[in-house]
């Protein structure tokens, strides 16, 4: 990470969102425990951490088709992070989200979801995206349901959600 941005990736633009790339000043700043004006007062969550933490280690994840921030339209606050765990498997592609206890249950992280699942499945080799799910977390159920992803699997405590490329899927 030796620049201080990304490259200018097009933004996935929804009704109340836009997931924009991290940029690596950005990443930097979260590990660093450097405040933005320009995110929300509990932003970054945990997760976020994680994430910054790995950018070094995966270096695709800054990219297109990597993690994104959750920048409120109205606001404009960083107000949670999305992401594609890059490279693709056979095809697919595992996606992660997280939103500020702040705006949760507002419906962001569905929309997000569902916005950046879609985008992924126009990159080319993808033709599933999906997720892993705690079962002792519900919400996280029902936001993956609400984008659009179906269950798949389940083990012990935890459920498998995707969502599958309507040319794939007739296969």
């Known amino acids: 990470m030796s620049s201080s941005s990304s490259p200018a990736y097009a933004d996935v633009i929804t009704k109340r969102l836009i ?7 950005e990443a930097t700043a ?7 004006t320009r995110w929300a007062d509990d932003f970054p969550a945990e997760g976020d951490y994680v994430v910054a ?18 920048i409120e339209r109205d606001s404009g606050l960083v107000v949670g992070s ?3 765990f890059w490279p693709p498997s056979e095809g697919m ?4 989200y ?10 962001y ?9 879609e985008f992924a499945l126009s990159a ?25 992803f179906r269950r798949w699997a389940a083990e012990e405590n935890m459920a498998r959600f995707r969502l599958t490329s309507p040319d794939h899927s007739r296969r």
Do not use: C, M, Y
């Open 93 to 96: 592609l595992e996606i992660g």
């Open 53 to 70: 933490g790995l950018f070094d280690q995966n270096p695709a994840w800054l990219g297109e088709h990597g993690h994104r921030l959750i």
């Open 30 to 36: 979260v590990r660093d425990n450097t405040r933005s």
């Open 124 to 148: 080319p080799g993808v033709h599933t995206v999906f997720a892993n799910v705690e079962l002792s977390n519900p919400a996280s159920v029902r936001v993956l349901e609400k984008a659009g």
């Open 98 to 107: 997280g939103i500020v206890a702040s705006r949760r249950g507002r419906g």
């Open 82 to 84: 999305i992401g594609l």
């Open 109 to 117: 992280a569905p929309e997000a979801t569902e916005a950046l699942a």
């Open 19 to 25: 997931l924009r790339p991290w940029t690596t000043s």
